[in-house]
């Protein structure tokens, strides 16, 4: 089982940039696919980033490709979300979350964290 918190986000101007972090406990980490997702009030959750096991793979939506990059530490058990050039419709709760390698589903969710870009 993984516990993952999510921190970084906050109210940033639209072109800036923020790094969110996802703090993750448990001794398998590194076995799991990690994602980033946001949900914005009255709209569905969204899929924002993704990274395999080993970091050496990525892939992203069309909405953030070439502005958001995902990363992972597993010694650090650790993934990040670097996002540049934001723009207002980035405004969302972020998620982070574990594909678990058996079920082959998210079923690990952190809290979220609120990150805001004003126009």
């Known amino acids: 089982q993984v516990r993952l918190v999510e921190s970084g986000g906050g109210l940033v101007q639209a072109g800036g940039s923020l790094r969110l972090s996802c703090a993750a406990s448990?001794?398998?980490?590194?076995?799991?696919?990690m994602a980033w997702f946001r949900q914005a009030p009255g709209k569905e959750r969204e899929f924002v980033a993704k990274?395999?096991?080993?970091?050496?793979?990525?892939y992203y939506p069309d909405s953030v490709k070439a502005r958001f990059t995902i990363s992972r530490d597993n010694a650090k058990k650790t993934v990040a979300l670097q996002m540049n050039s934001l723009r207002p419709e980035d405004s969302a709760v972020y998620y982070c979350?574990?594909?678990?390698?058996?079920?082959?589903?998210?079923?690990?969710w952190g809290q979220g964290t609120q990150v805001t870009v004003s126009s």
């Open positions: 448990g001794r398998t980490f590194s076995t799991y696919e």
């Open positions: 990274i395999n096991w080993s970091g050496g793979t990525t």
């Open positions: 979350a574990a594909r678990d390698p058996i079920t082959r589903s998210y079923d690990y």
